[in-house]
């Protein structure tokens, strides 16, 4: 069973319900939570969704080293933590981290027996629609956000396995099987 699991995909594919729905599905799989730069959207919560910080001290943590991975993401940064991955996978605890494809690309130079799990939506239609449907960006946000969408797609091939999220549970359940070793 790998130990290390990244699930990447574009903004807006839905990485965050279909890792809350793995984990309802099982507990026992630890999810990072990343730092972020960005300001917190009105149903998220600090420490939880992510840990939000600002530019200074999402710096000065990066300096020590203190970043698995890190990328800036429309004009943010995001980083996920390495004390915290290194702890679980310590413990024998599966970890899975949700990341953007610049970062799973440092994890995977960093760690090449991590698993790489690329989510992708059913159309980049729907796409553009989950991202207008979430009402938190204007429109030129949205044509940004498509344009590292359209070549975030075209890299899907260099992960170990690509997940369509046509269905939240179908993808939460396909995910957890590659988890546990199975192949999908």
Request: glycine letters at 8%.
């Amino acid at each position: 069973m790998p130990s290390l699991i990244v699930l990447a995909g574009p903004s807006g594919v839905g990485k965050g319900s279909v890792v809350a729905a793995l984990r309802a599905l099982d507990p026992s799989v630890w999810v990072s939570v990343s730092w972020a730069t960005r300001a917190r959207r009105p149903a998220e919560v600090d420490g939880v969704d992510y840990v939000f910080v600002d530019e200074q001290t999402f710096a000065a943590e990066a300096a020590r080293g203190g970043f698995l991975e890190s990328a800036e993401y429309a004009g943010h940064h995001k980083g996920t933590p390495r004390r915290a991955v290194q702890e679980h996978l310590a413990a024998g605890r599966p970890v899975l981290l949700e990341i953007d494809v610049q970062g799973a690309r440092q994890v995977r130079a960093s760690d090449p027996d991590a698993l790489l799990v690329f989510l992708a939506p059913p159309s980049r239609a729907e796409l553009e629609a989950r991202l207008r449907g979430r009402g938190t960006d204007d429109d030129e946000v949205i044509a940004r956000r498509l344009a590292i969408a359209d070549v975030e797609m075209a890299a899907a091939g260099e992960f170990d396995a690509v997940l369509v999220n046509d269905d939240v549970e179908a993808a939460a359940r396909r995910l957890l099987a590659l988890v546990r070793g199975a192949e999908v």
